[in-house]
Structure formats: C-alpha cells, structure tokens
C-alpha cells in the first residue's frame, strides 16, 4: 500500500463475500480494492482488484452502487478522471476482479466527481473544473447527457444522491455553494445555501434524512438541516454547526453508521463549537461537538476503544492544535431529575460518530455531535 497517492477511497456499503472492502482512487490513474483483515486490535488491508483508467491520468472520485444496500443490481463503480473522463466499473462477487465496462469523455478539464442515483443505477452524474453537473444514462451508447447545467460558477466537485429521499440530490462546488436538486427537473436548484468555503465533500446523515454533512477547505465544515419545504426559508438550508479551526484544508468528512456504545458516551472530553444562534428551532437545541480522537498523522494507527476503565480520560491530541473544553464539574449531563427540572427532563439527546480530516497538516479528528431534542427530527 506504501506509494499510492488516494485521491478518494470510499468504503463499500456492504460486505462483499462477506468482507467489508474499501475501493480506492489514486494517483497512478488506477482504480484499487482491498478488504479488511485481522482482529478488533490489529487489523490492515490486503489488496484486492484493480483496474488502470489509462493514458496518464489521476484517478480523482469513486462511487458504489450499494448506496441503498443491496438492491439486486450487479456490483459496480464510478469513476472520473483528470483528464475529464468518467468510467464505469464492474466488480466481481469476491471483489478479486475489477473491469472497466464503459468510459466516456464527460467534462473539457478535470472530472473531478462520479456518482450513481442511488434509486436508479443506471444514471451517473458527473462534475467537472469546466463548471458543468451533468447526468448520464449508462445504458446509452449515445453518450449524450440527460441534462447539463451550469448553475455552478465554479468547479464541481462532489456529488452525493440521497439514500433515504428519492429523487433528491446534493452537489458542492469550489464556488462554496451547496445545492440541492430534485432529480425529475434539473433546470434549476431546490435550495442554494452559501457555506464561504469550497465544497469538496458531501455526506448525508445514514439515518436523519435531513442533516448534511460539508467539508469546505478554507472553512472548515458545517452541519446543514436540509429540511426542504417545511422551514420558514426553504431557499436556503440552516448551519447547525461548524467548526472552523483546522490548521489546513478541510477535505474530508463523513458519518458513521455504527452505535456509540455506553462507555464511549460518558468517557471523552467537550468541544462546544459554534452555532448559529439564528438556526435554534424549537426541535433542536444545544448542539455540540466532542471531541474523541485526534490524530497528528496521516496514519489513523489508533483505534476507538471502549475505555471502561479510564471514564475520566482526555482523548490524544497533536501538540500545539486546540484542546478540548471541559464542561463545569465532571463533564457529566446533569440529572435533570435531582435538579426537579421537568421540563428538562423530557428533552432526548441524540448522538452521532463523524470523523473530518484535513490535508496540508495530515490531521485525522473523529467527534461526537450531540443534539438535544424535545420533538423529534424527522
């Protein structure tokens, strides 16, 4: 593995001859697999398939088609490329063999996203530093785009399709606009929500439909409530929270689909971060980010661990980077009951894994958010 340049890697949705296997876009133009092996505390990743995209080319975005989890369809990949390409990918049923199926010239200047309509798997969409977001069918042999659109000032550069809500889609773009596309009618955006920095990631929460998560470099990353069509100002989503502080480019961001468990709740330091004082809904109330772990390398070399027996320790953190905050007393949330405060005691706190990383100074931060609920999200 030592050598490879990852332009994006993105972890299949589900198991593949009953492994997780995690696909990679690198500098080499070249397409690559691997799977997880080993044990809870010692695990690396073993090489798979891959696939060359030809004629000298970075490989720059991947996608799978298991964004809904299985849905019968045979096992497939996206790509884009730097020099404007975008190809589809087959993958066999033990993920040893990787072959390319289609390629086509999508975009004048770097393609630098691909990524399956999660609904229907036949379409791709595409963006591109040509400004352009297009759509295609891949069962065409036309290579005409279902639609192109320009609505982006700048660059695309991530694309993300909605795995719970049909027919909507998310892009972000180095113009630090988020848009978000109803995909029966592409003429013009939904909602555009500016976020002041270049948008080059975007995930949407596994569960809560609404909430969308946005690495944008120059600042930082935000949480979006995207709840199109029922806010007062359904033109533009809300900035839940977002943390500004990275030393270096945000680019990377995403979810976790796995539970937290008891001890992790109750052993890890606070990091309130900055709100948005105009986006507190009644529904919606103390949001916070914890801080668990921060890695000063570009190696995430420690794992996440239940520290049963440590309920006071301060995660790891890289010397001369922000320290985590301690709430008054012991960083517990209090009994709402002793306190006689019943109001209180029937707001729910929601809790949700994210992990952020940066590029020039190669740091790896993985939070809690915390929402604190008197009705629920959906």
Not at 133 to 146: A, E, I, K
């Amino acid at each position: 593995m030592v050598g490879w340049m990852l332009l994006r890697f993105r972890l299949c949705h589900v198991p593949i001859a009953g492994r997780p296997v995690l696909g990679i876009a690198n500098a080499q133009g070249v397409v690559k697999l691997a799977h997880l092996i080993g044990s809870e505390k010692s695990c690396k990743l073993q090489p798979l398939g891959s696939v060359d995209l030809g004629d000298d080319c970075l490989a720059l975005s991947l996608d799978w088609s298991t964004g809904r989890e299985p849905c019968g369809q045979p096992l497939r990949l996206v790509s884009s490329d730097s020099k404007g390409r975008v190809s589809l990918l087959s993958v066999d049923e033990s993920g040893s063999s990787v072959d390319v199926l289609d390629q086509w010239k999508g975009h004048d200047f770097e393609a630098w996203v691909a990524a399956f309509d999660y609904w229907n798997t036949h379409v791709v969409y595409s963006g591109g530093d040509d400004c352009k977001l297009q759509g295609w069918d891949t069962r065409s042999s036309s290579r005409v785009p279902l639609f192109t659109s320009k609505q982006h000032s700048m660059g695309v550069c991530s694309i993300q399709s909605h795995p719970l809500r049909e027919n909507l889609l998310a892009t972000g773009s180095y113009d630090e606009h988020v848009l978000l596309w109803d995909t029966r009618k592409m003429k013009q955006p939904l909602v555009d929500t500016h976020v002041q920095g270049g948008v080059w990631r975007l995930k949407w929460h596994p569960s809560r439909e609404q909430l969308l998560l946005a690495a944008c470099m120059h600042n930082g990353f935000v949480i979006l409530n995207c709840q199109n069509g029922s806010d007062e100002n359904p033109e533009k989503c809300t900035i839940l929270s977002s943390y500004a502080l990275h030393n270096s480019l945000a680019y990377g961001a995403d979810w976790s689909k796995l539970p937290l468990s008891d001890s992790l709740e109750t052993s890890t330091a606070m990091l309130t971060i900055q709100e948005d004082r105009s986006a507190s809904r009644e529904d919606l109330k103390g949001q916070s980010l914890k801080i668990v772990y921060e890695s000063p390398t570009a190696t995430f070399d420690v794992l996440l661990e239940e520290e049963e027996n440590r309920p006071s320790a301060s995660p790891p953190r890289a010397e001369g980077t922000l320290a985590p905050q301690r709430p008054p007393g012991d960083g517990r949330v209090p009994d709402t009951k002793a306190n006689g405060d019943a109001r209180a005691a029937k707001v729910r706190t929601e809790t949700s894994l994210l992990a952020t990383c940066s590029f020039y100074d190669n740091v790896l931060h993985v939070w809690k958010w915390e929402v604190s609920q008197s009705s629920s999200l959906a």
